[in-house]
């Protein structure tokens, strides 16, 4: 009884997101018809970093589907932060732009820290400034990080209620680490929370106990079957290139939770690709246009 296998749903981002950007799409058209006003996101990216292309263009491309302006803006990596700074401050006072996104992470001679706080809280709609940050922590009005709280959607998609779980994030990165289980442990979601990452010794000791996990540790394999409780829901949050010659690109994508492992032993997991990424693109566009509301109705 102990070793049965249980049938393990895949969490399907990509439909959650279609069905939110569907409705993405309709606050669009009603905010051009009302006020006469299109969202608009400015997308930039420094450098030509093969994944962070790639990143930009699903974002450009769903903005612009969403009936959004996308004004894209792609420099060279030699850029310097000075250069950077003042395409931000142009950016921040242009009525046109509801959002301003710069792909991170930004070449080694950037100083993230100078670039992220030159972009007006009003405007950052990844959610990264130290205001939103803060806001977000103190549980104020803000723009919430848009892979945590697609997470956040995500885990509520697979059916399963969050307060009162245990839920185990690894991974302690600014971008989903930190804030996913700021926003998990909130009143709203009301969980448990424990935040493991590479000074844990013994990661297995937590997830078993988990009822939820979020792997955001950047290595494929992170998270095996034999780490999970039974029926637990896991949201990987990992994406990996792995060389592998019988694929059009060479490389195939990996998440940081083995799947094949988790089969059978999770109640739900996500796939990669087709979960957590799609969901981040949307969560971006929800915050672009609720920018846009707000610029809109002030
Ligand atoms: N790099 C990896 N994830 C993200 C993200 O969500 N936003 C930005 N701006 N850069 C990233």
Same mark, same amino acid.
């Given at each position: ?190 969980? #448990?929370? +424990?935040?493991?990452?590479?000074? /844990?010794?013994?990661? *297995? !000791?937590?997830?078993?106990? =988990? ?68 969901? #981040?693109? +949307?969560?971006?566009?929800?915050? /672009?246009?609720?920018? *846009? !509301?707000?610029?809109?109705? =002030?």
């Amino acid at each position: 009884m102990q070793n049965q296998t249980i049938n393990t749903k895949i969490i399907d981002g990509k439909q959650l997101a279609d069905n939110l950007r569907a409705e993405i799409a309709e606050g669009v058209c009603r905010i051009k018809n009302e006020k006469g006003l299109t969202p608009g996101l400015a997308v930039i990216l420094v450098g030509d970093n093969p994944a962070s292309v790639s990143y930009v263009t699903a974002k450009e491309r769903a903005c612009r589907e969403a009936g959004m302006f996308s004004r894209e803006i792609r420099l060279a990596a030699e850029t310097t932060e000075s250069e950077v700074v003042r395409l931000i401050n142009e950016l921040n006072g242009d009525s046109a732009i509801h959002g301003i996104l710069v792909q991170l992470p930004l070449p080694k001679h950037i100083s993230e820290k100078s670039v992220i706080n030159a972009i007006a809280p009003e405007k950052d709609v990844d959610g990264f400034t130290p205001v939103n940050v803060g806001r977000m922590m103190i549980g104020e009005d803000c723009y919430l990080p848009c892979t945590p709280h697609g997470i956040i959607k995500l885990i509520e998609f697979s059916g399963m209620d969050i307060r009162g779980k245990h839920a185990v994030v690894i991974g302690r990165s600014n971008i989903v680490g930190k804030p996913v289980a700021a926003l998990l442990s909130r009143r709203e979601t009301n969980a #448990t929370v +424990t935040l493991c990452h590479t000074g /844990t010794p013994d990661v *297995a !000791r937590f997830t078993r106990e =988990a009822d939820i996990v979020v792997v955001a540790a950047g290595h494929p394999g992170t998270l095996t079957g034999d780490m999970l409780k039974k029926g637990a829901v896991v949201i990987d949050v990992g994406v990996n290139r792995i060389p592998d010659a019988t694929r059009p690109k060479g490389f195939r994508l990996v998440g940081d939770a083995d799947f094949e492992s988790c089969q059978g032993v999770a109640g739900a997991i996500t796939p990669v690709p087709g979960g957590v990424g799609p969901m #981040t693109i +949307t969560m971006l566009l929800w915050n /672009t246009l609720e920018s *846009a !509301r707000r610029a809109a109705n =002030a």
